[in-house]
Structure formats: structure tokens, C-alpha cells
């Protein structure tokens, strides 16, 4: 199946008579008929439901599509894009470790990686994404574990090199994690690039309507992780009588762990019901990226022609520093997220979102809305203007979240509120 009919039709087969949609399979708990079976449950040797903790037939059925979209052996969904970045990382870290990451990611990871990581003795350093080959291997550290990035990063609109990250990863025998929520696997797989691990903010485009907080973790299958620096993979989980993830569950070894091992502690599965809403908004994936990418397009030459606009962040435009990049990565489109600033810094900032009308002013990006949010009066409403400007954030940067609204309606709105600026 070609990606846009995956969008509708993996995960879930029915069959003669059975429900046409994915059913909402609202249980906590699996019944079997025999303390046989069950045990096998318990030591992993048999496939099947056991707790909602762990697995659920409406979950299950939407990770096999991401996993499948991906390009992946295997997805564990979360109940955040946060949680899949902690189980992402803690699947491989223990105390001691240490993560390289490119320093232009998610504010929030940043947050959970260099202070909340940090206090269980978990090292990062943040890199600069586009620095060369050779000197992002001068910061591997002998106790790097994984190497993490973003494919599309805010508010830089920065598109990152994945093969280049890939190498460096490699290089150290570290898988590299790579965040691509922003582009989806509409627009980009990272697998085919040399990534080895992905997650999603399910939350943003893949459910594209604001109805659940959703995050997902991809395997591709390739990483050896018996290449001596990943013991947890290769020596007995005495948590599973002695389980050894390589050698029982092969290619499957990282997202089988993830599930197993940390999933069952750490407990931030999603309900059967966000599976459900989340599956909806996958089944209009493909056609909504192609929306999203025509429509920030139009709209990032559009600001870039308008007189108040100062600067303006997006790929496809001729002077931005990730045209090429994106041409390699991209080639679908740069999804619709832009980042852009005003003439007359945060005030003119301020007076411009407070004229949009059809634009809505929100904590969020990457839904069929039009969105607009001034960093400088919100997320990082506590800096200075010096130190937004330390922070790489300029005090008049909107950023807008392009819709797949008719784009004169974008415009027209986008438009009256630059006049009142
Ligand atoms: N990754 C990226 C790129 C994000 O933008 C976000 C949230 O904005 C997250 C991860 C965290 O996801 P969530 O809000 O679903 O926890």
C-alpha cells in the first residue's frame, strides 16, 4: 500500500461483518481460560492482551499504522509527546549516561532532558544541529548513549541533516532518535536517512483537530543493539524471568523492551478513546500535509513580499539557509508551521495578534486551524527582551501555524491585522 491509503487502511482489516471503523475496545482487562495461559503472557512467550497498562486492541491496531507509515518494525503509543521522549531515551540511559542533542528542539525536551534527566544523573549537551560532521563528533563523550534531533525544529524552522546526524550517531555505535512530529511521515521518513528511532507528538498533525494529548515511539528494526555497549538488550531482565530482549524478541528488541519493561513501571499508555480520536485524524494525514505545506507556502512568499515583515523562517523560501536540505528532506513540502517577524518588535507583535480574526491565538501548532502564537508574551514570557534574544528568540517572532483554510481567507485575515501592526 502507497502511504496515503496506509493513512485508512493498516492497522486495521475487517472481517465479514465485523465494523467497518476501528472499534473502541473500552476494557482495562483480557479473559482467559486457563492459569496456563496466562503464565505464558507473564513470561512473554505468548502474544496477546494481558492489562490496558501495557496493551489494548484500539491502541495496537493504531500502532501497527504509525509503525507502518514510519517504515518500522514496531510503535508503542504515550500519553504525551513527552512521554515519548522520556521512554524513549530511558529505554536506553541509565544514571551515568550521557545524550547528545541538537540544541534548536522543543523547548520541553529541552526542559526534560537537562533538568529533570539531569537530577537522575543523566548528562546532555546541547549542539548546534548544523555544525559539521566532525565537529559534532568531538562532543560523543565515552558514556554517549544516543544521539537526538528534530526533523523540523522551531521556532529556526530548521531542517536538520539527518544522514549527517545518522553518521555521527553511528560513528559511536549510538542509535540516533530523531523527534518528527513537525514533518510527519507524509514528508519525511527518517529511517530511509539512517535515523534508527522515532517519535511523534501525536497531539500535533497526526490527530490535526485538538481532541487528545497523544505521543507515539517507532522502531526501525535496524540498530544492533548487541554491539556491546547496550547490556540491558543483551543480559537477562530478571523483572521477566530472565528475558533477554536480542535474543527473544530480535529486531523487535528496543520497542518490545519499551513496552514490557518500562511501559508497565512508568504507566502512561493512552485510553482506548484517544486511540480512537487519534486514528481519525491519521486517516486524513496524507491529504491534510499536502494542504498544510501548499497553504504555508503561499503564505510564507506572502509575508516575505509585505513591507512590515521583517523576517521570515520557512524552507522552501530562496533565502533560507535549509532550502537544500529541505529539497533532500522535504521534497513534499515543509509542513505549515512559519515563523516570522514584524516591524516594531514585540509591540507590533503584540498589536498583530491581537487584529487576527480568523487565525486563533493558542498554546498549539499543527491543526486544520489557523493558529498564531507570540513566544515573547506566553511560553517565554518571563525573559528580557536581552535574554529572548540570548535565547534565540526574537521579541517580535510570531509564529503561525498554517491551516488548510481557503488560503485568500488566510491572507485577507493575515493582511487586515498587519495594517493595524
Ligand atoms: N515534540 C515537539 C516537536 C513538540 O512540539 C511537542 C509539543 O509541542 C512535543 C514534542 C511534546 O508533545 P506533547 O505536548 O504531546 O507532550
Known amino acids: 500500500m502507497k502511504i496515503e491509503t496506509q493513512c485508512l487502511h493498516a492497522g486495521y482489516t475487517p472481517g465479514n461483518g465485523e465494523p467497518l471503523t ?5 476494557s482495562t482487562t483480557y479473559k482467559y481460560e486457563s492459569t496456563a495461559q496466562v503464565a505464558k503472557l507473564f513470561d512473554l512467550t505468548a502474544d496477546g ?12 491496531a493504531v500502532e501497527a499504522k504509525i509503525a507502518a507509515l514510519e517504515g518500522g518494525v514496531g510503535a508503542l503509543c504515550t500519553t504525551s509527546g513527552q512521554a515519548a521522549s522520556l521512554i524513549s531515551v530511558l529505554n536506553i540511559l541509565s544514571c551515568g549516561d550521557h545524550i547528545l542533542c541538537t540544541s ?38 565515552p558514556n554517549t548513549k544516543a544521539v537526538f534531533a ?24 549510538v542509535p540516533l532518535i530523531v ?22 507528538s501525536t497531539t500535533k498533525y497526526m490527530d490535526g483537530h485538538a481532541t487528545q494529548l497523544g505521543g507515539v515511539i517507532v522502531d526501525s528494526g535496524k540498530f544492533d543493539w548487541t554491539n556491546g555497549n547496550f547490556p540491558e538488550f543483551t543480559q ?115 498589536r498583530f495578534i491581537d487584529n487576527v480574526k480568523l487565525a486563533s491565538l493558542v498554546v498549539h501548532v499543527a491543526d486544520v486551524r489557523t493558529l498564531v502564537l507570540h513566544p515573547a508574551s506566553s511560553t517565554h514570557r518571563q525573559l528580557t527582551d536581552e535574554q529572548l534574544v540570548a535565547a534565540g528568540i526574537n521579541p517580535g517572532l510570531i509564529r503561525l501555524s498554517v491551516g488548510i483554510e481557503n488560503i485568500d481567507d488566510i491572507i485577507e485575515d493575515l493582511t487586515q491585522a498587519l495594517a493595524k501592526a
Not at 476501528?22 to 473500552?26: A, E, K, M, S, T
Open 104 to 141: 534548536t528542539i522543543y523547548g520541553g525536551t529541552i526542559n526534560l532532558f537537562a533538568v529533570t534527566l539531569k537530577r537522575f544523573g543523566i548528562e546532555v549537551s546541547f549542539v548546534d544541529a548544523d555544525a559539521s560532521e566532525e565537529e559534532l563528533k568531538k562532543q560523543l563523550r
Open 236 to 350: 537477562p531482565d530478571e523483572s521477566y524471568h530472565g528475558v533477554v530482549y536480542t535474543r527473544d524478541f530480535g529486531n523487535a528488541a528496543y520497542i518490545t523492551k519499551a513496552r514490557v519493561q518500562l511501559m508497565r513501571d512508568l504507566g502512561c499508555y493512552p485510553s482506548a478513546q484517544d486511540a480512537f480520536l487519534l486514528n481519525h485524524g491519521l486517516e486524513t494525514l496524507a491529504l491534510r500535509m499536502e494542504r498544510h505545506c501548499q497553504n504555508a507556502d503561499r503564505v510564507a512568499h506572502f509575508l516575505a513580499s509585505c513591507d512590515k515583515v521583517e523576517s521570515v523562517n520557512y524552507p522552501t523560501l530562496d533565502n533560507s539557509p535549509y532550502k537544500e536540505l529541505a529539497q533532500k528532506y522535504l521534497p513534499k513540502g515543509c509542513s505549515g508551521v512559519i515563523a516570522f517577524s514584524i516591524k516594531g518588535g514585540r509591540d507590533a507583535a503584540v
Open 49 to 60: 492482551h494481558m492489562y490496558s497498562r501495557i496493551s489494548n486492541p484500539t491502541v495496537a
Open 150 to 173: 528534530e526533523t523540523i525544529a522551531n521556532p529556526a524552522i530548521a531542517v536538520l541533516d539527518i544522514e549527517k546526524m545518522a553518521h555521527v550517531a553511528h560513528s559511536h555505535g
Open 22 to 26: 476501528l472499534p473502541i475496545y473500552q
Open 179 to 200: 523527534d518528527n512530529t513537525f514533518a510527519t511521515p507524509i514528508l519525511c521518513r527518517p529511517f530511509e536517512f539512517g535515523a534508527d528511532i522515532v517519535i511523534h
